[in-house]
């Protein structure tokens, strides 16, 4: 069974703090995507990679890195987190051909 | 640079009803992806119809159906005969085939709170 896991569902993160939000899949995919939602905004891309080292800019990059060392590991990175990056964080992935999506289960993020 | 627009932030229609969600989007390419994904209380993402842009003949699976039209740049998903389990938040996105590595955006619009009443 395809398989895309964010690796924690919640945290709670104290403003300041370096914060790593982990998405692993298990299907090979070239492209991998980080969103996050929130109410009335929709999914808002971040970052997204198509192939290991390589990253490009979404529509809010600000305050949001990305790191994408192995294949199947794309993590977000939060430098200095901050309140107004309170979110459901939410991970996808597909192959080159882009004919299906896989989701992860999402990640709750306060930051207090 | 790609953008989707969903116009309706929230619907409300009876069981049995049909009901038609709107979606723009804006792109100069030729090649892509639409798709229609539905997002129960559970947050789990769940693919509702994918239309490739090569293709003229509109998408249907079951009671859902999309008009594409492309020169317009639209993409409306309709649901025939609602059912309470419809009820969800309903994501239109777009995902750029590019034609070199690394020009795959995949990209989605507000969302669409649909609810069905019984």
């Known amino acids: 069974d395809v398989k895309v896991t964010q690796s924690s569902r919640y945290l709670v993160k104290r403003t300041g703090e370096k914060v790593f939000l982990e998405c692993v899949q298990d299907?090979?995919?070239?492209?991998m995507f980080w969103y996050r939602q929130d109410p009335g905004l929709g999914l808002r891309l971040i970052y997204f990679?198509?192939?290991?080292?390589?990253?490009e800019k979404g529509d809010i990059p600000e305050g949001y890195s990305v790191s994408r060392e192995k294949k199947e590991r794309f993590s977000l990175i939060l430098e200095s987190a901050s309140t107004n990056q309170t979110s459901m964080y939410l991970c996808?992935?597909?192959?080159?051909?882009?004919?299906?999506?896989?989701f992860g289960e999402g990640s709750w993020l306060t930051v207090v | 640079a790609q953008t989707v627009t969903q116009s309706q932030p929230e619907m409300s229609v009876q069981e049995a009803e049909t009901v038609t969600l709107s979606c723009t989007y804006d792109?100069?390419?030729?090649?892509?992806?639409l798709f229609w994904y539905k997002q129960p209380p559970s947050r789990q993402m769940i693919l509702v119809i994918r239309?490739?842009?090569?293709?003229?003949q509109n998408a249907t699976e079951n009671r859902f159906s999309v008009n594409f039209q492309k020169a317009a740049k639209s993409f409306s998903l309709k649901i025939s005969d609602s059912q309470l389990g419809d009820t969800a938040m309903y994501f239109c996105?777009?995902?750029?085939?590019?034609?070199?590595?690394?020009?795959?955006?995949?990209?989605f619009g507000q969302g669409t709170r649909l609810t069905i009443n019984p």
């Open positions: 996808a992935s597909t192959y080159l051909s882009g004919n299906t999506i896989y």
């Open positions: 299907m090979d995919h070239e492209n």
């Open positions: 990679s198509y192939d290991v080292k390589m990253k």
């Open positions: 792109t100069s390419e030729n090649n892509y992806y």
């Open positions: 239309q490739e842009a090569y293709k003229q």
């Open positions: 996105a777009f995902m750029n085939l590019g034609s070199i590595q690394g020009a795959q955006k995949l990209v």
